[in-house]
T-cell receptor, first 115, second 116 residues
Framework: NAGVTQTPKFRVLKTGQSMTLLCAQD?????MYWYRQDPGMGLRLIHY???????AKGEVPDGYNVSRLKKQNFLLGLESAAPSQTSVYFC??????????????FGQGTRLTVV | AQSVAQPEDQVNVAEGNPLTVKCTYS??????LFWYVQYPNRGLQFLLK??????LVKGSYGFEAEFNKSQTSFHLKKPSALVSDSALYFC??????????????FGQGTELSVKP
């Protein structure tokens, strides 16, 4: 059982380049999330999805786009990377509120550096 | 608005002593509350949760947390700390009002350091 898998694990981008981070979960979870982790800032929610074909903005959505074309996948895109987007990115998934097991399961993270 | 606060950036404890990591929250409806732990260069691991029922919940590795509705708090505790408990701890809350999506919001994190 793989749980939540993120690819890639590391990436270095030049300012202005684009990239897509892929998150895949095999637990049939409805909810999926993308967070960024910065020192002293905790985990801040970028975007989330409550089901296939739906997405919503979190606390810090600017500069990012997401898509949830399949229930098991949640993609995070950076169209034009900026140094301020240097961070560790975490994907997570969970059942919906009110269903069994409400805790989220996390991937191992993607360390992104924008130079 | 939904929010979580962890008032201490760092907590230092001697091995064998009890530890407490503090968390307060704000939600519109009833909260689902969680504690997670993160070891260096790793993802987050689930420790315990409060959904409903008994205010004292027990979780992994001997940790427990006490839900206090009047003080809107959910402090993490352990009776006897181990050096291996040293890590970054996060409190999180899900708002149960469905139309807000039940999104999971985290606090800033508390670095726990347990010295021998």
């Amino acid at each position: 059982n793989a749980g939540v898998t993120q690819t890639p694990k590391f990436r270095v981008l030049k300012t202005g380049q684009s990239m897509t981070l892929l998150c895949a979960q095999d637990m049939n979870h409805e909810y999926m999330y993308w967070y960024r982790q910065d020192p002293g800032m905790g985990l801040r929610l970028i975007h989330y999805s409550v089901g296939e074909g739906t997405t919503a903005k979190g606390e810090v959505p600017d500069g990012y786009n997401v898509s949830r074309l399949k229930k098991q996948n949640f993609l995070l895109g950076l169209e034009s990377a900026a140094p301020s987007q240097t961070s560790v990115y975490f994907c997570a998934s969970s059942y919906a509120v009110g269903q069994r097991g409400t805790e989220a399961f996390f991937g191992q993270g993607t360390r992104l550096t924008v130079v | 608005a939904q929010s979580v606060a962890q008032p201490e950036d760092q907590v230092n404890v001697a091995e064998g002593n009890p530890l407490t990591v503090k968390c307060t929250y704000s939600v519109s409806g009833n909260p689902y509350l969680f504690w997670y732990v993160q070891y260096p260069n790793r993802g987050l691991q689930f420790l315990l949760k409060y959904i409903t029922g008994d205010n004292l919940v027990k979780g992994s590795y001997g940790f427990e947390a006490e839900f206090n509705k009047s003080q809107t708090s959910f402090h993490l505790k352990k009776p006897s700390a181990l050096v291996s408990d040293s890590a970054l701890y996060f409190c999180a809350v899900r708002d149960t009002i469905y139309n807000q999506g039940g999104k999971l919001i985290f606090g800033q994190g508390t670095e726990l350091s347990v010295k021998p």
